[in-house]
C-alpha cells in the first residue's frame, strides 16, 4: 500500500518493480526482527500478550513470505533471472526461525497467555512414532558418513554442530506426522550458526547432505499448501545434483532423498 500511495510516476509500474520493492521493505524489517532476540520484548502498559502476538504475526507472515519467494522468479530491467537460489532463501527462512524461537524462549508465559498461543508439546510422548523402515535405514547411513567426517577433523565445533544437528534431525523426523507437522520448522531454531553459515556459504557438503534430508520432512510439510509446494523437491534436486558420485555411501542417501520427494 506504501508503495502505491507514494509513487510518483503517473503509469503502474511492471510486476518486478513491486516485487523488487517488496523485497526491500521485507529486507529491512526482517533485520529490525532479527535484533529482537538480543535485546528484552518491549512491554506496552505491561501488556505482555500485545508484544508477543505481534512478534508472533510477522514470524508467521514473514515465514510464508520467504517459502513463497523460493518459488518466484523475478524480472530485472536486463533479464529474466530465476530469483535467489533455493538454498540461499531456505538459510533465511532458517535464521528468522532461529530469531522466532530466541523470542519465545525469552517468554513462553507470554505466549501461552496471548490470543495466538504458541503450541509447546510437539515433542510429548504421545506424538512419538516409529520410524518406517527405509527412513530408520537413510538415518542410520546418515549417521555413520556424520561420524566418519567427525573423526577426520580436529575442530571441536564442527563437530558439535554435527552431533546437534544429526541429533535434532532424527528427533524430528520420529516425532513428525500429518497431525505434527509443524515439527519440520523446530530444525532450524536448534542449529548452530557454524552450522547456518556452512549451508549459505557451501564449504562444508557434510551440512548440505544433511539439509538434504531435512528436506524430505519439508517436503511432506508442503503437500497441499500452496505457499510451500514442491519447495522440498526443488531444494534436493538444487543441493543433490553436485554431490552425485562421491562415494556409494552418499549415493545411496542421494537416491533416497530424490525418491522421497518424487524425483525418481
Known sequence: ????????????????????????FHNAACQAFGKI????????????????????????????????????????????????KIVGNITMLFRVLQCFGSVISSGLDGFSRGPLPVSLDLFSASRCRLLDEDTAMALTRLRCIVEREKRSTDDSNVRDAYSRAIIWLGKCFSFYSDENRDVVLIWPMV?????????????????????????????WFGRGKRFTGDLGAKLVDELSKPMLGKDVHWEECIHFVRQQVGLL
Open 191 to 219: 542449529l548452530d550458526t557454524w552450522f547456518v553459515r556452512a549451508l549459505e556459504t557451501g564449504g562444508d557438503q557434510v551440512c548440505r547432505l544433511i539439509l538434504l534430508h531435512w528436506a524430505v520432512m519439508l517436503h
Open 37 to 84: 532476540g538480543e535485546h528484552t520484548i518491549p512491554r506496552t502498559n505491561n501488556d505482555d500478550e500485545t508484544s508477543f502476538t505481534t512478534i508472533f504475526a510477522f514470524s508467521i507472515i514473514n515465514l510464508a513470505f520467504i517459502l513463497g519467494l523460493s518459488q518466484c522468479h523475478v524480472t530485472t530491467n536486463q533479464d529474466v533471472q530465476e530469483g535467489t
Open 1 to 24: 500500500m506504501n508503495i502505491v500511495l507514494e509513487s510518483s510516476k503517473p503509469v503502474p509500474a511492471t510486476a518486478s518493480h513491486y516485487m523488487l520493492a517488496a523485497l526491500e
